[in-house]
């Protein structure tokens, strides 16, 4: 059975740094797209960064582009995601998300993905 487990939230100052894990049991994180979404209260949860099955490569929304960093670790089996130069409209509740579908990072959405952390909380103070 699969599981995903974030951690690494926190609160943090403008301008500041947080990495979040994602901690994969059950399944190969190198085998399937996975991703990183975010959800601020009273807002529709967004992708902000995912990680291609066919090649690995990453996208990034353009919120975000330049300063997160998603990557994954094969033999830890987990997911990271570095954000940097975090500004207040980065809060959010943060989490990771694999997909079973051929699906393209250019093209996907939350229906995309199969199975969800719990998410981890980041606030970013003014």
């Known amino acids: 059975q699969l599981h995903l487990v974030e951690s690494g939230g926190g609160l943090v100052e403008t301008g500041g740094s947080l990495r979040l894990s994602c901690a994969a049991s059950g399944l190969s994180l190198g085998t399937y797209n996975a991703a990183w979404f975010r959800q601020a209260p009273g807002k529709e949860r967004e992708g902000v960064a995912c990680i291609s099955r066919s090649n690995g490569q990453t996208y990034y929304s353009d919120s975000v582009k330049g300063r997160f960093t998603m990557s994954r670790n094969h033999p830890e089996n987990t997911l990271y995601l570095q954000m940097d130069s975090l500004k207040p409209e980065d809060t959010a509740v943060y989490f990771c998300?694999?997909?079973?579908?051929?699906?393209?990072?250019?093209?996907?959405?939350?229906?995309?993905?199969?199975?969800w952390g719990q998410g981890t909380q980041v606030t970013v103070s003014s």
């Open positions: 998300a694999i997909s079973l579908k051929f699906i393209s990072c250019s093209d996907h959405g939350v229906e995309d993905y199969n199975f």
